[in-house]
């Protein structure tokens, strides 16, 4: 049988062919394209953040929380800022209304506690009050701010005030105690120094003791405040014023003992007591005082305790003689004051009675007149030329009526600056009167002027000389001008032409020399000494006043200081004539004799003016020359291998042997005076209280 | 570039946030076509299943047709009778047996075209989701920098 073939295939299905996944790069892009913007803006708004941050910085810096008159005002912040920008400049502004309202209330606690100075509660309440009227018209925003601050402040301060014013009562305690001390210690002084006794048990010793104890006190309930020196200091001081105060008490009773009141020795003896006195002080021990000393001390209440250490140590002992010196000092300045105001009494006296006082005495005359100064006698002169009481008619006669040396102050007067400032306060015709009175004196005899140089130099005497020439002839202008011209004229670069043009020319059409000008303005026998020192003035007295008034000026003034003398050698005319140098008959006598009895020890027979004669030794000015002796033919007269001097020093030794016998007249009219003194004293203790006859 | 530099710091807040909403809804918009795709291919699928359940079954009745056809083939040639119940039970056995491989059969093509009908639907639900987000994603920048700005102006 046939066999039916079917074909073998092989089965084949359509299947799923899976799940190709789409690309995301697409869903990438766009979110990186997401993420770029989204970075992009918040840089952006950082970079916003920043610049709108400092914007509220800038805002809140420009913000002014007060107006002009620092009162706060509360506003808003400026419109058109942003929130950050708000943020940030809230709290600084915050801060500055902060700061403000503390400023504000640390303002006013400063005047309450001045209206409530140790009354903490007063200030708490008055604080308070204002605190809460504060916060009524604060902002609401710091209306708490205002309330914290005020609290802080008000607690502060009423914490200050209740610690200074327990502070300043405890300073008050330790003032008042301080003071007490102090006060205690001066009234001891005081009580010391009115006489108290000074011995131990004495009532000033017990008050020194008490003094002590109080310093204790204070040391004990106040040594807190007190630096570490300080307690030694107060202790220091109080001795050194109980000690003081004791070696002034017997300073003042040594100085009245009776034998210490000789009007002429007794101060120099005190003065040396109360130098051994210091000496015990300084050196703490009395070993070295003399037994007679040593008895003065006693008696003046001194005793050996005042030196010893339970009273001073060693330091306070010489300040103590310190202070010692100090009196001696004193004490020696007043009798030196006793002693010149004694001298200037005598010199009145000497004066009133025609005599000659030395330049020194004058200078003390005068200064105890009180003219002290050029300006000082100058204000008062218009009293003394018109003499109001008898004082100044006694100044007047000492000036216009004497020939002794002039005392500085009178001299000064007519030195150059002093009469260019007088020109100025136009006292200068009046000093020029006074030169005028002091130094020209008519001649007895009637015969003319003669002049008195009275110490004045010859330089002053040739500018006096000048200036009254001026004043009496060409015055054309002030004394002011006068001065300033011939400031000027020394100064003048044109001074030479100037001369020359006043000198003029000589017949012979040459020019003369001012050396010619002074031969011919000279007497003929004028020497070559005297035209060498006129040759110093004449170019200004040409300058100032012309050849005409420089002639009549240096004629007048060549007689004034250069006199003829019949005792200079070879008869010439000289500064130092002793015609010119002693003025005074008396004194011209003296000169004659002190020079003759010098003559009489030569090796021959000499006389005076006849064949002995005098050479000036120019050194020694011509106020009081001294001179050679030379014979006819100049040559020097010897005594053995010694040439012969002589000189004005008998005249100044006369005129102090004078002095001396009126000084030693007052001396004893002073201890007269003190005889009658000590006896009206005894009357008065033993109640007579008569005078003594 | 250089006029972009020189903007203000707002201006170029509002273009980044300008940028950033277009990126958003760019990156969507890709996202949800992607996933189109991905459902357009489920769906492919599915039918590629159901076309492959019919061939499958086509080939099964092919089967028993063959089968059954021989089968009467044979008995024809045994001179068996159409009521011979032997034949008549086997081929009723195999009838049987190809009802119960059919329904397995469609049972699972069912369960396979189902879910991949599902995973196509999900990748297009992905898809308007993802769009969906970049729309809220672009409002949120939008707001974002509205209150940026606020803060700086």
């Known amino acids: 049988m046939a066999e039916i073939k079917r074909l ?20 990438e892009a766009g979110r990186n394209l997401e993420r770029l913007g989204s970075q992009m803006m918040q840089r952006a708004f950082e970079a916003e953040v920043d610049v709108q941050k400092q914007k509220g910085i800038d805002a809140a810096r420009g913000f002014a929380a007060t107006n002009t008159d620092q009162e706060i005002v509360y506003r808003k912040l400026p419109q058109g800022l942003s ?17 403000a309202l503390l400023s504000d209330m640390k303002a006013e606690a400063k005047k309450l506690r001045a209206d409530f100075d140790k009354d903490p509660d007063g200030f708490d309440n008055a604080f308070s009050a204002y605190v809460k009227k504060t916060a009524e018209l604060t902002d609401p ?45 001066q ?9 108290a006794p000074i011995h131990d048990g004495s009532v000033a010793h017990a008050k020194f003791m008490n003094t002590m104890r109080e310093i204790d006190e204070l040391v004990d309930l106040h040594g807190d405040r007190m630096s570490v020196t300080q307690e030694r200091n107060m202790r220091t001081n109080l001795k050194r014023q109980y000690g003081g105060a004791m070696a002034s008490s017997v300073v003042a009773k040594l100085q009245a003992l009776p034998e210490f009141q000789d009007p002429a020795f007794g101060a120099d003896m005190a003065a040396n007591v109360i130098n ?19 008895k003065h001390l006693t008696d003046a209440g001194f005793s050996e305790r005042m030196i ?49 006082a030395s330049q020194d005495h004058m200078n003390n005359l005068f200064d105890n007149l009180g003219y002290n100064s050029v300006e000082s006698l100058m204000n008062d002169l218009p009293n003394i030329l018109n003499p109001a009481n008898k004082e100044t008619q006694g100044i007047r006669n000492i000036l216009l009526h004497n020939n002794s040396d002039l005392p500085d102050v009178v001299r000064n007067i007519f030195t150059t600056d002093n009469l260019q400032r007088l020109a100025n306060n136009g006292q200068l015709p009046l000093a020029m009167d006074l030169f005028q009175q002091t130094t020209k004196r008519l001649n007895v005899d009637g015969s003319g002027v003669n002049t008195v140089q009275r110490g004045i130099s010859n330089d002053v005497m040739a500018e006096m000389a000048s200036l009254n020439a001026y004043r009496n002839g060409v015055k054309d202008a002030s004394f002011v001008e006068y001065f300033q011209r011939k400031g000027e004229l020394k100064r003048d670069p044109q001074r ?9 020319s000589d017949g012979n059409n040459k020019q003369i020399t001012i050396g010619k000008f002074v031969d011919s303005a000279l007497p003929s026998d004028a020497t070559p000494e005297e035209k060498g020192y006129y040759l110093k003035y004449a170019e200004d007295l040409v300058l100032m006043h012309g050849t005409e008034k420089a002639t009549e000026i240096l004629e007048q003034s060549a007689n004034k200081v250069f006199v003829k003398s019949k005792f200079i050698s070879n008869n010439v005319r000289s500064r130092f004539a002793p015609e010119k140098a002693f003025p005074l008959r008396t004194d011209m006598d003296v000169f004659q ?63 102090m042997k004078m002095n001396q016998k009126t000084s030693l007249e007052v001396r004893e009219q002073m201890r007269v005076e003190y005889q009658r003194r000590l006896q009206f004293g005894k009357q008065i203790d033993d109640g007579d209280f008569g005078f003594y006859p | 570039m250089l006029q972009f530099l020189a903007m203000s710091n707002p201006a170029l807040m509002i273009a980044g946030a300008g940028l950033s909403i277009y990126g958003s809804m760019q990156a969507g918009k890709a996202e949800q076509q992607r996933q189109r795709s991905i459902a357009a291919q489920q769906e492919q699928n599915a039918k590629f299943e159901q076309l492959s359940a019919m061939q499958a079954h086509n080939e099964r009745q092919d089967r028993l047709a063959t089968l059954i056809g021989m089968n009467e083939t044979s008995r024809a040639v045994n001179n068996r009778g159409s009521n011979d119940r032997s034949i008549a039970a086997l081929t009723k056995a195999e009838r049987k047996k190809s009802a119960t491989v059919d329904g397995r059969a469609r049972t699972q093509s069912m369960l396979t075209i189902s879910r991949t009908k599902f995973a196509a639907a999900d990748a297009r639900a992905s898809g308007n989701q993802a769009m969906r987000s970049a729309l809220f994603q672009s409002v949120n920048t939008g707001i974002q920098a509205y209150d940026r700005i606020s803060q700086v102006s």
């Open chain 1, 276 to 294: 051994a006195l210091e000496q015990v002080y300084r050196s703490g021990s009395i070993d070295a005082i003399e037994p007679a000393v040593m």
């Open chain 1, 8 to 27: 073998q295939s092989q089965q084949v299905f359509n299947k799923p062919i899976g799940i190709v996944q789409p690309s995301t790069s697409a869903v």
């Open chain 1, 308 to 356: 010893s250490g339970d009273v001073f140590d060693s330091e306070s002992r010489r300040v103590i003689a310190g202070d010692i010196s100090v009196m001696e000092n004193n004490f020696q300045e007043r009798l030196t004051a006793t002693k010149s105001a004694n001298q200037a009494g005598v010199t009145m006296r000497t004066l009133s009675e025609g005599g000659v």
């Open chain 1, 496 to 504: 030479k032409e100037m001369l020359n043009s006043y000198l003029g």
């Open chain 1, 83 to 99: 929130k950050i920008a708000q943020r940030e400049a809230q709290p600084i502004i915050d801060k500055k209304y902060s700061a």
């Open chain 1, 187 to 195: 009234d001891l002084e005081a009580f010391i120094g009115a006489g």
């Open chain 1, 593 to 655: 004799v002190h020079t003759q009895s010098i003559l009489d020890t030569a090796d021959g027979d000499y006389k005076l003016g006849d064949n002995a004669f005098l050479i000036p030794d120019p050194r020694h000015g011509s106020v009081n020359p001294v001179y050679m002796l030379v014979d006819e033919n100049n040559m020097p007269i010897m005594s053995g291998s010694k040439p012969l001097l002589t000189s004005g020093q008998a005249v100044v030794e006369q005129r």
């Open chain 1, 141 to 185: 925003r710091y209306k708490a701010i205002a309330i914290d601050v005020g609290a802080e402040i008000a607690g502060q301060n009423t914490a200050d005030i209740y610690a200074d014013k327990a502070e300043a009562d405890d300073a008050q305690d330790y003032k008042n105690m301080f003071d007490a001390i102090t006060s205690s210690g």
